[in-house]
């Protein structure tokens, strides 16, 4: 029989519903549903017509549904009819997944029927995980940050009290020095006295280096000899990271050729290397760090080798995007910012993830400056090695899967 223009158009708005709508009597059969019900649930109307609703629900939901239908008959009132509430479906192949279920209901000469519109909810979860994910980030990266001031805070308050011990010392030195004539002359004095200027000295200067490091300024691209660059980094990576019983060793060229670049950059992308590197290292029975460089005809490389486990599979795949840490406190944000730093200089980070007993090396090329000069003679001779790349690089963010994080 040929369908009435009621029932074509009944169709027809049924199956452009972007929800899905599911027709059920009061024997819970389902009688219609529709296509974007098919989608949702992985079955065609035929296979699901005159079977029970519960079919397409977890089994712990399937026996509440039962309850609710009955509680309904028997009471009339309404827990879900008119309502609507959050409840898991079940797809064919047995996973389940949030839905948003209203239901109404409909009292036809063929008896009681109930309408379900079906909302798939999990875009909408998949999105509000995210804005967790990025809250939590976020409160976490001002406390970071918070702790930076902090830092530039301290630092700050301790240049007085240094200036001032550095002053008595040296009245001090003056006094047993005889200026006056007649100051006692032993040795072992002086000595000490001496220890204790170097000692604060080098506080002095930790507290300067931090001060620069953390403080705001625009890019400054100088010619940088790398070995004071890796001496001042070590300095500082010395400060708040546990790097006792670690064995570093250093291995520049003398004759290395110098970098052009913004020393507080790479000295930004170091710290964080060998921070890296000494927590990897940290536990394991000989910890050791290696700092190596090598000149190439356009490049230095530096690599930063450790004696740690080595980067694991799923940890290197996300390793250079933002975000991606394995650490309680880690913002997951320091090797996607050395990367994008060191190539906005015209070089690479790169890594070697080694495991099996091997542990991580990571390499840094950057542009040295040695042929400089005689390529500036020669303008017409084409760029300059180390010359800006015309884009700036920007800091690859890792798109989460619904699992986030791991
Ligand atoms: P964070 O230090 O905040 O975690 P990074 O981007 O610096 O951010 O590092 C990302 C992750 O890479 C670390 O959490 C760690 O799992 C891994 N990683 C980095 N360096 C090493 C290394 N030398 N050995 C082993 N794993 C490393």
């Not at 100088?222 to 064995?247: F, P, Y």
């Not at 933002?322 to 730093?341: D, N, P, V």
């Not at 090695?385 to 989460?400: F, K, L, N, R, Y």
């Amino acid at each position: 029989m040929p369908k009435t223009v009621s029932e074509v158009r009944l169709d027809s708005l049924l199956n452009t519903a972007v929800d899905g709508i599911i027709l059920i009597d009061d024997a819970m059969r389902i009688l219609v549903f529709n296509s974007a019900c098919e989608q949702l649930f992985g079955y065609e109307a035929e296979e699901v017509i005159g079977e029970n609703v519960s079919m397409l629900m977890p089994h712990e939901y399937a026996h509440e549904h039962d309850d609710y239908v009955n509680h309904y008959m028997e009471t009339g009132e309404r827990r879900i009819i008119g309502i609507g509430r959050e409840v898991r479906g079940k797809h064919r192949d047995g996973t389940d997944f949030p839905i948003e279920l209203s239901v109404g209901e409909a009292l036809t000469p063929a008896g009681r029927q109930f309408v379900g519109i079906v909302r798939d909810l999990r875009p909408r979860k998949a999105v509000e995980r995210r804005l967790n994910q990025l809250q939590a980030e976020l409160v976490h990266l001002a406390r970071v940050s918070a702790m930076d001031e902090m830092g530039s805070a301290v630092a700050h308050e301790l240049n007085q009290p240094l200036t001032a011990v550095m002053l008595y010392l040296q009245a001090v030195t003056r006094r047993i020095a005889g200026l006056n004539g007649d100051g006692p002359q032993d040795p072992m004095i002086t000595e000490t006295i001496d220890k204790a200027k170097r000692e604060a000295e080098r506080a002095g200067n930790i507290i300067q280096r931090m001060r620069h490091f953390v403080e705001k300024r625009e890019p400054d691209r100088r010619s940088v000899a790398l070995h004071t660059l890796v001496d001042d980094t070590l300095e500082l990576t010395s400060v708040g990271t546990n790097s006792e019983g670690i064995q570093t060793h250093v291995e520049l060229p003398d004759d290395l050729a110098p970098i052009e670049a913004d020393p507080v950059q790479i000295q930004q992308i170091l710290v964080n290397l060998l921070r890296n590197a000494f927590e990897a290292v940290r536990g394991s029975t000989d910890p050791k760090v290696f700092i190596r460089a090598r000149q190439m005809p356009e490049t230095v490389m530096i690599s930063i080798e450790d004696s740690g486990p080595g980067i694991p599979q799923e940890v290197h795949e996300r390793l250079f995007k933002a975000f991606s840490t394995s650490k309680r406190t880690g913002m997951g944000l320091g090797l996607s910012i050395s990367r994008s730093i060191a190539q906005n200089h015209g070089g690479d980070l790169s890594v070697d993830p080694g495991g099996n007993g091997k542990g991580a090396t990571f390499q840094l090329t950057l542009p040295h400056n040695a042929n400089k000069q005689s390529k500036q003679l020669y303008p017409g001779a084409g760029a300059i090695a180390g010359s800006q790349p015309m884009t700036p690089h920007p800091i690859t963010v890792e798109d989460h899967d619904e699992g986030g994080r791991q």
